[in-house]
């Protein structure tokens, strides 16, 4: 447990005063001006507004949480998952009202989480979902074991429900209405993900890509000579679908803003791509994916066949041994490696990183098979599990 | 704990000649005539011999334990670490002595691992070693990491010592003699690695390449047609050193079978080579090493740099976060990624996979740099330990 929110601010805004950053919290940008290499900057403490010229820009104006279509996030008891303020009045809340009911709205990644962490601390938690299955950005049937385990857990799930509204008379929350059902609730907790804040870069012309998200290079330059973006704001290409796309991660905004900061120094830097890595922990398992999935793969129109294995995090005969599944995504003809996605007992979600090196280097399934992976009975087994569906798999390249 | 050794035992004869393989136990092959093609066969029980024909031969004759010169391994009280008979001997010899001294000889894997188990059942063990760390096929600054965890566990080393003798009157081990010292001891352990077992194949005249293996191209064939080797008795190619070596491992001797059989059968089949990746556990830490060494790189000639890294297996604030060190070489000029070794708590040891699988790619360590690895701040940090490392040699290459 982490006591103290505090404690999760990574750097303060008087660390980078120390390290000669002129860092100005509470100012908004209202403007960019692109013409006059300027933006118009509100003191919100002072109320004056100014304009501060730049020689380079760099948009990291990060995302926003998805609100649904005629969903009031103003309502009492309703709250996003976002901001360390929005943790903070969540934990409020709950310790105000020990019993309140509590409804998730998405089963993705952060839906999960916030339901498994309520769950752990006695409390009644009830997940909707629009899917057949949590997790639904993985395959069906892998999915379907997260599923299992979040039934395990003990929370109820309200799967293929489409939210409708909030039952919130006189503004406070006491239930939500979907196409299929009344889940009451006094707490409602909205896990629907995020969408870029590119408004500001929207309105001053600097063109969008993926998702409305700003369009970047890979040194992350937008559209707009001297305007660079970088993190949740800004799009990235995905070295497997080759396409750009919105992946809106940590792990992509540290390397995109070491990137920026790089090419305005004027040094060479270059953030090749994604390949789509995520990974989560759901009772006792480890969930991730990278690369290309059952519904990308469609959508590309890819020829493709995929092999999913089960097998153990040790030799079998080792204690603390458990179960693994690995499926694999490969493309006929050319064997090429598409993606992969794991389920299974602790440490198999980090595995998953063996797929995203492989799909960086345009490996084939073939290729997995060569690699020399470490083995030793306590961590492994002799065939790691990934090359154990890549022998499975080529055999249907 | 297994409990049994036979449960170790990963295929049987019966489960061999149910699968229609006439595998033939107690039977020794004596001599090869390669102009013949055809085997000389010694049955041990009907003391009879026989010559059997071949089409194609696979020679996967194994290793034999390193018994040093002038050491007798038939001496009482003294034993090797190689089959499921030695393992059976062993610990035989420890429950008919339950306060014998034990000095395991050889601090590589094997010696280390013998040392940690016996000293967790409570017993004395000295290990006796001629360099200055245990697995001193890590880097000084790496092995002596696991120098202090073999220390942590009571274990008590004799390092930068020779063994020179037994210590054996009547044909009975009562201790060592090493350059320095007389270590008494009621059981002596070699842990000192295996050479192969190529006697037949050189008899016969086929080429031997590395330490003596028999040398095998990447689909398993010798020097002579219709020929192959794989496992313990072949060697290998190194995809980073690009020459031929000598690891006598159980991931590769699965895949080189893997890959003769096929070639033999006439499908296309490659073992691409080896990365020279290994793993064990000491204490609570993962050990492990994939690439070149500082030993290897200079004996190659190369120019290269190394950054070692001390991080969390974690977010830092999160509980159960343990540290881990990462160390990475690559190659001034070229930018290549030569090799990678780690010391860290749970979890820490499979992460080399990742450097592993880069260095089959040749990547370079600015490539390291743009890898999408798995992020969650249960399962690791947003910078990856292997990424920081990179960050850090990247500026010196």
């Given at each position: 447990m982490v006591d103290d929110t505090d404690d999760l601010v990574v750097r303060t805004p008087e660390a980078f005063r120390r390290a000669g950053i002129d860092a100005r919290i509470r100012h908004r940008v209202s403007t960019v001006d692109l013409r006059r290499r300027a933006v118009e900057v509100v003191d919100l403490d002072e109320g004056r507004t100014y304009w501060e010229p730049y020689d380079h820009l760099l948009l990291a104006t990060g995302a926003r949480p998805v609100v649904p279509e005629?969903?009031?996030?103003?309502?009492?008891?309703v709250y996003t998952v976002k901001s360390l303020d929005d943790a903070r009045a969540i934990k409020l809340a709950l310790q105000a009202a020990p019993g309140a009911f509590v409804v998730v709205v998405g089963g993705g990644y952060i839906g999960v989480e916030m339901a498994e962490n309520l769950r752990r601390t006695g409390r009644s938690v009830t997940v909707v979902d629009?899917?057949?299955?949590?997790?639904?950005?993985?395959d069906p049937d892998m999915s379907a074991l997260v599923t299992a385990s979040a039934i395990r857990l003990g929370i109820t799930l309200a799967l293929e429900e489409a939210l409708i509204s909030l039952d919130a008379p006189g503004g406070v929350v006491r239930g939500v209405e979907t196409d299929r059902a009344h889940h009451p609730a006094q707490i409602v907790i909205l896990g629907l993900g995020v969408r870029p804040d590119a408004a500001l870069a929207a309105s001053a012309g600097v063109p969008l890509g993926a998702a409305g998200a700003v369009h970047v290079d890979e040194a992350c330059r937008t559209g707009v000579p001297d305007v660079f973006a970088a993190g949740d704001c800004a799009d990235a290409y995905d070295l497997v679908g080759r396409r750009h796309v919105y992946q809106p991660l940590a792990t992509h905004a540290s390397k995109q803003g070491r990137v920026a900061g790089l090419a305005i120094a004027g040094r060479p830097a270059r953030f090749p791509g994604v390949t789509g890595t995520s990974v989560t922990q759901i009772g006792s398992s480890d969930v991730s994916r990278t690369g290309l999935g059952e519904r990308e793969i469609r959508a590309l129109g890819l020829d493709a066949a995929s092999a999913a294995i089960s097998s153990t995090?040790?030799?079998?005969?080792?204690?603390?041994s458990s179960s693994i599944t690995v499926k694999l995504w490969g493309e006929r003809g050319s064997g090429r490696l598409l993606g992969g996605q794991i389920v299974g007992?602790?440490?198999?979600?980090?595995?998953?990183d063996v797929i995203a090196t492989a799909l960086s280097a345009a490996m084939t399934v073939e290729d997995l098979l060569g690699l020399d992976l470490a083995y030793s009975p306590g961590l492994s087994d002799t065939w790691d599990p990934v090359q154990v569906a890549a022998r499975v798999l080529v055999r249907d390249l």
């Open positions: 005629g969903i009031d996030p103003g309502v009492a008891g629009r899917n057949a299955t949590l997790m639904a950005h993985l995090t040790r030799v079998g005969y080792m204690p603390d007992g602790a440490g198999a979600g980090k595995r998953i």
